[in-house]
């Protein structure tokens, strides 16, 4: 079995679910999420982790998974200099040893957070692997966020006004966050349902990248819809024709009237067999621990190991500061000294 140490720092995702069993098993690889472990095969970092932790493991089986498109986060070059393979969408980070590809980003769906906004599992990927068919009874559905900090979420909380506007009560508009953006949409704490009962959703994602597609489609699938997409333009690189239609927001009269037309074509019942082909994928193929399970089984070396500390990257900025302030400091006290000894040299019009 190869053992895979796995750290993040985003420990609500319950992201064991998404091994058959919540077994943290996956093939002939046994992943500890967020545990301290004195030696392993691989270690592998999701975004970045919680803490600074260490373990023995070789070098270069210490791979780091991107969480973000490069329009919402950046990565500094000493934080990426900790790993020895990263996988990414990311064209901007420079390291020699890189795989761009969909970075198996966690499902939202089965997640229902409380009052206290913690968050608790409702399905896992057993429940989503049994399902055979799902009753719809509902036409469309989106789910918005209050984020507007990028571009791209502008972008999106525009375009799906628009879509409120000319489709009305044809559409729902459902939100997970405690304060509303249009003041229309009702509350969920469960993507499951904000999707499971409608035929079509949209899946917009806050930016287009290559290899960039997020749990927005995959959430979409593991509840049987037909999705309009927007976000990752080579999404034909990763699903099949027929199983999602693709938009751009950015003409969005072009975008309503391809929804309109596709709706009315019926398409969701003629895309039933396509959305389950969908949903496999991102069960047994894009699923995050799928992907880490083929690249590790692709790296197996005998090469040895080494005492390893990974720092998160806002402990690595911190730690520069600090080290700029000495440096200021000690320049400040040398100064200083010199104008002691020397003082003619720094007598003002001298």
Known sequence: MIKIKFSTQFSDLHLIRQTPNSSGIWGDCQFFIDQDVEECDFWV????????EKTKC???????????????????KNFIKQFGLIITCNRNIKHPNIIYTQQGLPWNVGLRRNEKWSTVETKTYDDFKTTKYIEKNKLMSTVVSNKSFTEGHRKRLTFLKAVYDYFGSQVDILGIETTPVFGIENKVNDKWDAVSKYKYHLAIENSSYPDYWTEKLADAYL????PFYYGCPNISDYFPEGSYTYIDITKPEEAIRIIEETIKNNQYEKSIDKIKEARDLVLDKYNLFALISEVCNSRISSKAKSNIIIKP????????KFFKKIVSGISCLVSERRKEIYPNQYIKGG
């Open 45 to 52: 970092v999701y975004d970045e982790p919680s803490r600074t």
């Open 58 to 76: 070789s070098p270069e089986n210490i791979i780091l998974i991107t969480a973000e498109p490069p329009s919402v986060k950046s990565y500094n």
């Open 313 to 320: 990257q806002s402990i690595m900025a911190n730690d520069r």
């Open 223 to 226: 509840d049987g819809a037909y």
